[in-house]
Structures are given as structure tokens and as C-alpha cells.
């Protein structure tokens, strides 16, 4: 959902002030790591622009970003939807999380989007079926890691639903339980797992992070070699090439 966030971000600041922010002035306000929600990202770039004529109500901003990333209304019928949602590309099928599921590992979503949007990607362009996600109004947004310890929890019990071979011990967080691995793209989904780390210092937690998809295109290598040194100096445990590594990074780090 990354694109069409970013997209939103650069005509929501544009409907306000006329100027489209580049991607690398977007990638250097998200390497801050505290600009994870794309309406106070809008904000700051429009604060810093020095916008002329004062901000807009926040309010405001959050219809008009709305009206560019939904096209529609939100809570009404997806297939009414005429904004940038519909033009995501899809980084990952949903054969990724079949093998993730045959080679053991249990997943689920943290993600700083709105329900509709996160449930329009997965179930809808994805075919997932009921997947384990903290949307964003679930949790605080990251770095705060509560949302990644609320999904691997959540997991960890349904994991003990399903019958899963795992001590009592190891259905709660801790020494004793599997390997939390997180998997993002900005310096704030790293921040989310360092900080995971200091809230329950027993557990295992892993940082797996990818460059944005709009740096992977040609011609960006420099630029994505500097996104992932900053990915790699705030913390991140492997830096993968394609989001659909996951599986085999998560492999080779536990083996």
C-alpha cells in the first residue's frame, strides 16, 4: 500500500500549497522515524514548505488525502472506489504466505492504514481469508511497538487453538517463546522493533527490512543504497532485496 499512500501524500500536498513534494523529500521526513501516519506526514511537508495562507485543519487535510487514496467513500462499496488504492501495485501474491504457512511460520499484518484500505488489499486484491491485522486505530502508531506485540500474541493464542505443539510457556511472550520477526520498509518499522525489544527484553525480536518499491526502480540504485544504509544504521537485523525473500532471510537468521 506503500505507492498509493506516497501518492496521496504528494497530491494531498499539492491541492494546498501547489508544490509536489519529491519522493526523496517524502524518504527523508520518513528516515526521522516519527512520520509513519501519512496525514501528519502531509502536515509537516506542508509546515515545512511554508505554506502561505497557515495550514489547513487537520479535518480538512484528512478528507482531501482521503478523496485522492479512496476515491469514495470508505466505509462504502470498494468497487466504487476511484482513487489511487485501486492502482497498487501488489508486491507479494498470495503464494507467499501459503509457502510462509507450510514452512511454519505464523503471520499477520501491522499496518498504519486505514481498516478499509488494509482490508481491501488482503482480502479483496489478495484473497486472504480472515488474516490476523493491527489497522491503524487498533494500537498506537508506530514506533510504538503495543501493535506488533497485540498481532504476535494474538497469533501465539491462535496458534494454541489450532493445536499447535508448543508449551504453555511458550503461548505467552518471552525467553521461552518463537522468534518475533517484523518485516517494513521504513525507518519507523525498525524503530517499532528495537522498541519491542526494550518492552519485553526476554523475547526474540527481528528486524527484516526492504527499500520502497519506487526505489527499486531503475536508475535508483544509489538513492536505494542510501535508504538501506539508513534502514541498516537504525538497527534492521537483514536487508532484503524483494519483500517475497522474507521466508528464506527468516530461514537462514533462525538456522
Same mark, same amino acid.
Given at each position: 500500500?506503500?505507492?498509493?499512500?506516497?501518492?496521496?501524500?504528494?497530491?494531498?500536498?499539492?491541492?494546498?500549497? $501547489?508544490?509536489? @513534494?519529491?519522493?526523496?523529500? #517524502?524518504?527523508?521526513?520518513?528516515?526521522?522515524?516519527?512520520? *509513519? *501516519? =501519512?496525514?501528519?506526514?502531509? %502536515?509537516?511537508?506542508?509546515?515545512?514548505?511554508?505554506?502561505? !495562507?497557515?495550514?489547513?485543519?487537520? =479535518?480538512?487535510?484528512?478528507?482531501?488525502? !482521503?478523496?485522492?487514496?479512496? $476515491? +469514495?467513500? @470508505?466505509?462504502?462499496?470498494?468497487?466504487?472506489? /476511484? +482513487?489511487? #488504492?485501486?492502482?497498487?501495485?501488489?508486491?507479494?501474491?498470495?503464494?507467499?504466505?501459503? =509457502?510462509?504457512?507450510?514452512?511454519?511460520?505464523?503471520?499477520?499484518?501491522?499496518?498504519?492504514?486505514?481498516?478499509?484500505?488494509?482490508?481491501?488489499?488482503?482480502?479483496?486484491?489478495? $484473497?486472504?481469508? *480472515?488474516?490476523?491485522?493491527?489497522?491503524?486505530?487498533?494500537?498506537?502508531?508506530?514506533?510504538?511497538?503495543? $501493535?506488533?506485540?497485540?498481532?504476535?500474541?494474538?497469533?501465539?493464542?491462535?496458534?494454541?487453538? *489450532?493445536?499447535?505443539?508448543?508449551?504453555? =510457556?511458550?503461548?505467552? %511472550? !518471552?525467553?521461552?517463546?518463537?522468534?518475533?520477526?517484523?518485516?517494513?520498509?521504513?525507518?519507523?518499522?525498525?524503530?517499532?522493533?528495537?522498541?519491542?525489544?526494550?518492552?519485553?527484553?526476554?523475547?526474540?525480536? %527481528?528486524?527484516?527490512?526492504?527499500?520502497?518499491?519506487? %526505489?527499486?526502480?531503475?536508475?535508483?540504485?544509489?538513492?536505494?543504497?542510501?535508504?538501506?544504509?539508513?534502514?541498516?544504521?537504525?538497527?534492521?537485523?537483514?536487508?532484503?532485496? /524483494?519483500?517475497?525473500?522474507?521466508?528464506?532471510?527468516?530461514?537462514?537468521?533462525?538456522?
Amino acid at each position: 500500500m506503500a505507492a498509493s499512500y506516497r501518492r496521496a501524500i504528494v497530491e494531498t500536498v499539492h491541492q494546498f500549497s $501547489g508544490w509536489r @513534494p519529491e519522493p526523496a523529500q #517524502i524518504d527523508a521526513l520518513k528516515s526521522e522515524g516519527c512520520w *509513519n *501516519n =501519512d496525514w501528519q506526514a502531509s %502536515l509537516e511537508l506542508l509546515r515545512r514548505h511554508g505554506l502561505a !495562507g497557515g495550514l489547513p485543519a487537520f =479535518d480538512t487535510l484528512v478528507a482531501a488525502f !482521503g478523496a485522492h487514496y479512496f $476515491g +469514495g467513500d @470508505p466505509e462504502g462499496d470498494p468497487a466504487l472506489w /476511484r +482513487g489511487f #488504492i485501486g492502482q497498487e501495485p501488489l508486491l507479494v501474491g498470495p503464494e507467499f504466505f501459503a =509457502d510462509l504457512s507450510a514452512a511454519g511460520f505464523l503471520w499477520g499484518f501491522v499496518s498504519g492504514a486505514e481498516p478499509p484500505s488494509v482490508r481491501f488489499v488482503l482480502e479483496q486484491r489478495l $484473497g486472504l481469508q *480472515n488474516p490476523a491485522v493491527i489497522a491503524m486505530g487498533d494500537a498506537p502508531d508506530k514506533p510504538d511497538p503495543s $501493535g506488533l506485540l497485540q498481532l504476535a500474541a494474538a497469533l501465539l493464542a491462535a496458534s494454541d487453538a *489450532n493445536g499447535a505443539a508448543l508449551s504453555p =510457556d511458550q503461548l505467552s %511472550l !518471552g525467553q521461552a517463546a518463537p522468534p518475533v520477526a517484523y518485516l517494513g520498509d521504513t525507518v519507523a518499522d525498525v524503530q517499532t522493533v528495537l522498541r519491542a525489544r526494550e518492552r519485553i527484553p526476554g523475547q526474540r525480536f %527481528l528486524s527484516l527490512a526492504v527499500a520502497p518499491p519506487h %526505489l527499486q526502480e531503475p536508475g535508483q540504485e544509489e538513492r536505494r543504497r542510501a535508504y538501506e544504509q539508513q534502514l541498516r544504521a537504525a538497527g534492521a537485523d537483514r536487508i532484503l532485496e /524483494r519483500s517475497d525473500q522474507a521466508g528464506a532471510a527468516l530461514a537462514a537468521l533462525l538456522g
